[in-house]
């Protein structure tokens, strides 16, 4: 599956921004779908993540409260509300996809077998 990720770009602290990925070449539904981000000079690491009906979503405890995960089988396309962005929020975030029901913590990186080419995020103070 193909990922092309949207949405970044400069924001105010406070803000709101609203990033997509959308998927083609494979069945959009079979895959449990996350975003990531990294800092410069950091790692990248764990944002959010759905399963593949939409029916559990998982966040990073940095973001929980502020960052929402949805997804529209019916479009292709997972979706990342960020509201109340803070300057730490400042990073390149990735989309990624993994099959549906596989086994190993939402959380890990390696688990996730496609990625987007990333959308950059810069949160201003």
């Known amino acids: 599956v193909q990922l092309q990720a949207s949405g970044g770009g400069l924001v105010q602290a406070g803000g709101s921004r609203r990033l997509s990925c959308a998927a083609s070449?494979?069945?959009?539904?079979?895959?449990?779908m996350g975003w990531f981000r990294q800092a410069p000079g950091n790692e990248r690491e764990f944002v959010a993540a759905i399963t593949w009906s939409g029916d559990s979503t998982y966040q990073a405890d940095s973001v929980k409260g502020r960052f929402t995960i949805s997804r529209d089988n019916a479009k292709n396309t997972v979706y990342l509300q960020m509201n109340s962005l803070k300057p730490e929020d400042t990073a390149v975030y990735y989309c990624?996809?993994?099959?549906?029901?596989?086994?190993?913590?939402?959380?890990?990186?390696?688990?996730?077998?496609?990625w987007g080419q990333g959308t950059l995020v810069t949160v201003s103070s």
């Open positions: 070449g494979r069945t959009f539904s079979s895959y449990d």
């Open positions: 990624a996809a993994r099959p549906k029901n596989y086994s190993g913590s939402y959380y890990y990186i390696r688990t996730y077998i496609y």
